[in-house]
């Protein structure tokens, strides 16, 4: 049975950073993606970034670019994502979800299209004040 552990939320000012972790486990294989989706009060939920363990391809939405980083940690099957620069409008639950088989996000034409992912976590708080 696979399962998805998020952690690593919590409450910073604007500019800080924060590093979430998703922790994965179940999978026999490193034919997986996992993606960072987050889901702000009152609106739709949005994906954020994905990387897959089998090619360590990656995709960011537009609006995290150049301040979030995903990574992976095969061997501990621990996706990591690091935000920087966190503005008020990043303050949402944020949950890890994950497709399976995978083989690498190239061949995603829609990464973050949420039927595509088979397994979901629960959420964790980010909070960014101004």
């Known amino acids: 049975e696979v399962q998805l552990q998020a952690s690593g939320g919590g409450l910073v000012q604007a500019g800080g950073s924060l590093r979430l972790s998703c922790a994965a486990s179940?999978?026999?294989?490193?034919?997986?993606?996992i993606a960072w989706f987050r889901q702000a009060p009152g609106k739709e939920r949005e994906g954020v970034s994905a990387?897959?363990?089998?090619?360590?391809?990656?995709v960011y939405a537009d609006s995290v670019k150049g301040r979030f980083t995903i990574s992976s940690d095969n061997a501990k099957s621990t996706v990591y994502l690091e935000m920087n620069n966190l503005k008020p409008e990043d303050t949402a639950i944020y949950s890890c979800?994950?497709?399976?088989?995978?083989?690498?996000?190239?061949?995603?034409?829609?990464?973050?299209?949420?039927?595509?992912?088979?397994?979901w976590g629960r959420g964790t708080q980010v909070t960014v004040s101004s």
């Open positions: 979800a994950a497709r399976s088989p995978d083989y690498g996000l190239g061949h995603v034409i829609r990464p973050f299209l949420t039927p595509l992912y088979d397994y």
């Open positions: 179940g999978f026999t294989a490193d034919n997986y993606a």
């Open positions: 990387i897959s363990a089998a090619d360590g391809s990656t």
